[in-house]
């Protein structure tokens, strides 16, 4: 199983940036998908993820951050960003019991 993620840039706050990730491999469809963050310094955490239909998000994104998904990929809409949302971005993909994760994509906001 693999997860290949796009779409992270150089953006400036109020800005709008789209994430993608495409999942491949042998199987029919994720139990849940999701979009994790790194800031510089700081733990992985969640930012939103979306499992069985069943979408939450971070209080941090709440209202600015939309997630989407298939059976296989997944998106997020990253409206109003702040300087804050800056880390490395990383969707997820689980298969229970596994979880697999994309290569990451850099997301700066910054002006």
């Known amino acids: 199983v693999q997860l290949q993620a796009s779409g992270g840039g150089l953006v400036q706050p109020g800005g709008s940036l789209r994430l993608s990730c495409v999942g491949s491999?042998?199987?029919?469809?994720?139990?849940?998908m999701g979009w994790y963050r790194q800031a510089p310094g700081k733990e992985r955490e969640l930012v939103a993820i979306n499992s069985g239909g069943s979408v939450n998000y971070a209080d941090s994104v709440k209202g600015r951050f939309t997630i989407s998904r298939d059976k296989t990929t997944t998106s997020l809409q990253m409206n109003s960003l702040k300087p804050e949302d800056t880390g490395v971005y990383y969707c997820?993909?689980?298969?229970?019991?596994?979880?697999?994760w994309g290569q990451g994509t850099l997301v700066t906001v910054s002006s």
């Open positions: 997820n993909g689980r298969l229970e019991p596994f979880d697999y």
């Open positions: 491999g042998r199987f029919f469809e994720f139990d849940a």
